[in-house]
């Protein structure tokens, strides 16, 4: 198959994204268009080098099964290389720094991923760098890159979002999924609601945010009563780590749990997403049901992330690529 030649793809190269802020609206939908178009690359039907000779550094404080794999196999499909940074086994045991070890991987590679268990370090690490800096989670604050891929799914789901009547449930408190997913929700013009036992609830900030943003937000502790409404239950995992009290954890670990019985009257179009990993939320008996859309959510952070790895390195393909 013949390529163009990629100084006709050549676009202004995008800055950081560290929060959902980074982009525009405007930015976002061109982003899940792209991704569209990556589909048959992110499945390896179609081979499309576009990304040769350029070299991602997945930088990883804190674990990570999806993120990390398919920032890799987005880079590797469209031709590139990564590098693996994990923390145990790296110079982090020897006391070096997080700004040391970015000064290195602003040499060594052209973008950055970086998950970090401390809010702040990704922006922290966008100011050490020069190379763009993609953040993949920092601690309890945002986590950008997976809102795109879950807006990709609600969106191949349902077409558009305006008007959607989205449940986000579980650790609103702690969960940065939720964080970065209801600031792009409330900009589209999404019914928000918020279920979460009173110790969870979203920040009051964020809250107030969403609202400014011109979001219909409703907050409450029960989810049964909202599931027939629903176009979209976005259930999320108690985040064990970041409680500073294990008793307190316990106390909640288990709260909402959805079964194949709970979904009885729901909308047939209604789908249920997890980012993932889950514990208890989301009973097995639901990942045969026609509304379990979870594990392909997941896939779709192969074409998301093609089309932002493009984006950040300069290469425009909504252009006539495929
Ligand atoms: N959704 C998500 O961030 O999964 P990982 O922690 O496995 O990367």
Redesign the pocket.
């Known amino acids: 198959m013949e390529y163009p030649p990629l100084e006709q793809l050549r676009e202004s190269v995008m800055g950081d994204v560290i929060t959902m802020d980074d982009l525009t609206n405007e930015e976002i939908i061109k982003l899940l268009d792209n991704a569209r178009k990556m589909l048959p690359v992110a499945k390896g039907d179609i081979h499309l080098p576009l990304l040769q000779g350029k070299v991602l550094a997945n930088m990883f404080f804190e674990?990570?099964?999806?993120?990390?794999m398919s920032f890799e196999t987005a880079m590797k499909r469209l031709g590139g290389e990564v590098l693996n940074f994990t923390s145990a086994g790296s110079s982090v045991s020897k006391g070096e720094t997080l700004f040391d070890t970015m000064q290195m991987i602003d040499g060594y590679a052209d973008v950055a991923v970086i998950r970090h268990p401390r809010q702040g370090a990704a922006q922290y690490s966008a100011d050490a760098v020069s190379i763009p800096i993609l953040n993949?989670?920092d601690g309890a604050g945002n986590?950008p890159t997976?809102t795109l891929l879950d807006l990709f799914t609600i969106r191949e789901a349902h077409g558009e979002f305006k008007d959607l009547n989205v449940v986000l449930v579980g650790d609103l408190r702690y969960g940065r999924?939720a964080h970065s997913l209801s600031n792009a929700l409330a900009r589209f013009g999404v019914n928000l609601t918020l279920v979460s036992p009173e110790s969870l609830k979203m920040p009051d900030e964020i809250v107030s945010d969403l609202k400014s943003l011109g979001g219909i937000v409703n907050e409450t502790d029960q989810l049964y009563e909202q599931i027939k409404d629903s176009d979209v239950i976005y259930m999320t995992r108690i985040q064990k780590e970041r409680f500073p009290d294990e008793d307190e954890y316990s106390k909640v670990s288990e709260i909402y749990t959805l079964t194949e019985s709970d979904l009885i009257g729901s909308k047939e179009n209604m789908i249920i997403m997890h980012?993932?990993?889950r514990v208890n939320e989301i009973h097995p008996s639901v990942d045969s049901t026609k509304h379990a859309m979870y594990f392909e959510q997941?896939f779709n952070g192969i074409p998301t992330r093609m089309a932002l790895l493009c984006k950040s390195l300069g290469i425009d393909i909504s252009k006539e690529v495929l």
Request: no cysteine; net charge positive; aromatic share 0%.
């Open positions: 674990n990570s099964t999806r993120t990390r993949a989670g986590h997976q999924t980012p993932l990993p997941a």
